[in-house]
C-alpha cells in the first residue's frame, strides 16, 4: 500500500498523484512537488489515502514540503512575470510573423522554464522566435502548440446553456464525444446546435449518454408492429423516451385509424433492433464530413 494525495496544478486541470509518506496534508493546501517539468507549485485537492502497489502505474515522486508564506510570494510572484512574458511573446509573435495564436503563458515554480501555449492550422517554424525569447528571459523556452478545446479550457466562456464552460469549471480531462450520441439521444444532427464554443462537440453530449442508451433499449423502433396487453396491435408513430410512453397507431373494427398512448410497459415486442452496423457506420461518417467541413467554414 503506498500513500498518496491528489494535487491539481491549475483550478481547472488534471489531478496528478504524489507520494505523501512523510507528509500529513489536508485538502486545501498547497504544495512544493517535483514532476517531469521540475519543481511545482500546486493545490491539494485529494487529501492522504492508501492505495494499492499494483494501481499504480509510474514510478510516485514525493512531496517535497508544505508550501511556506515565501513560496506562495514566489508563486504570486510568476503569476505577475508571466502576464509580462504574455505581452513580450506577442510583440515577438508579430515581429516575425507568424501565423500562430498565443493562448497562455507560465513560468515553472523554480523559474527554470518558461512556457508558452499557442494555437495555429498548421505546423509552425518557431526556430527563431525561441531564440529571440531566450534571449531576453535568459532561460529554457517551451513553445507548446494545444488544440482548440485545450485553448477553450483555458479561456473559458458561456456556453449556449447560459451557464460556464464545462470543461473550465470541473471537467479536469476531455472525454470523447460522437455523433452517435446526439442521434441517440434524438437531438438535431446540425453541427452548429450541438458544437460548443470550441467548434467540437459539446461535451455534455456524454452526461446522459448512459441513461438513453438505456431507456432506448426498453422502447420498440418506429415503424415497428407492436401488440398491447389488451390484444389490440399497431404501429408505433412516435415514442417519448424520457416519458417512456409510445403512441400507436391503431385501426378499431370499423376500420377506422386513431392514434393511442401507451405506457411502454403495457405493450408487448420484441427488444428494440439496431440498426445494421454497415448503415449505422456511413450514415455517421457523413454526419462526421458535415461537421468538418462546417468547421473549415469557419476557419
Known amino acids: 500500500m503506498a500513500k498518496v494525495i491528489g494535487v491539481r496544478f491549475r483550478d481547472n486541470g488534471k489531478i496528478y498523484y504524489f507520494s505523501s509518506e512523510q507528509f500529513e ?70 515581429k516575425h510573423e507568424l501565423e500562430m495564436k498565443l493562448i497562455d503563458c507560465e513560468y515553472t515554480f523554480d523559474n527554470n522554464k518558461v512556457l508558452f501555449y499557442f494555437t495555429a492550422d498548421g505546423r509552425i517554424d518557431f526556430r527563431e522566435l525561441v531564440k529571440d525569447l531566450a534571449s531576453v528571459f535568459k532561460t529554457r523556452i517551451e513553445l507548446r502548440q494545444i488544440g482548440v478545446r485545450d485553448e477553450t479550457k483555458i479561456k473559458g466562456g458561456i456556453g449556449i446553456c447560459g451557464r460556464s464552460l464545462c470543461c473550465n469549471t470541473f471537467l479536469s480531462e476531455f472525454v470523447p464525444v460522437s455523433i452517435k450520441m446526439a442521434k441517440e439521444q434524438n437531438l438535431s444532427l446540425n453541427p452548429t446546435k450541438i458544437s460548443g464554443v470550441c467548434g467540437r462537440l459539446m461535451c455534455c453530449l456524454k452526461n446522459e449518454q448512459d441513461t438513453y442508451e438505456y431507456l432506448n433499449s426498453k422502447l420498440p423502433n418506429v415503424g415497428d408492429e407492436v401488440k398491447t396487453s389488451t390484444g389490440v396491435k399497431g404501429i408505433v408513430q412516435e415514442v417519448s423516451v424520457l416519458r417512456q410512453r409510445v403512441k400507436l397507431l391503431v385501426t378499431d373494427e370499423k376500420g377506422e385509424k386513431e392514434l393511442i398512448d401507451y405506457k411502454v410497459d403495457d405493450l408487448v415486442f420484441r427488444p428494440r433492433k439496431r440498426r445494421e452496423k454497415v448503415k449505422m457506420d456511413d450514415e455517421l461518417k457523413k454526419l462526421e464530413a458535415m461537421e468538418k467541413k462546417e468547421r473549415k467554414s469557419k476557419l
Open 25 to 94: 496534508v489536508e485538502v486545501g493546501q498547497n504544495v512544493i512537488v517535483e514532476t517531469a517539468r521540475g519543481v511545482e507549485y500546486g493545490r491539494v485537492v485529494l487529501g492522504n489515502r492508501e492505495i494499492h502497489d499494483e494501481k499504480i502505474i509510474s514510478t510516485l515522486k514525493p512531496v517535497i514540503r508544505i508550501a511556506t508564506e515565501d513560496d506562495d510570494k514566489i508563486q504570486a510572484n510568476n503569476k505577475i512575470k508571466s502576464k509580462e512574458a504574455y505581452g513580450i511573446c506577442l510583440e515577438k509573435i508579430k
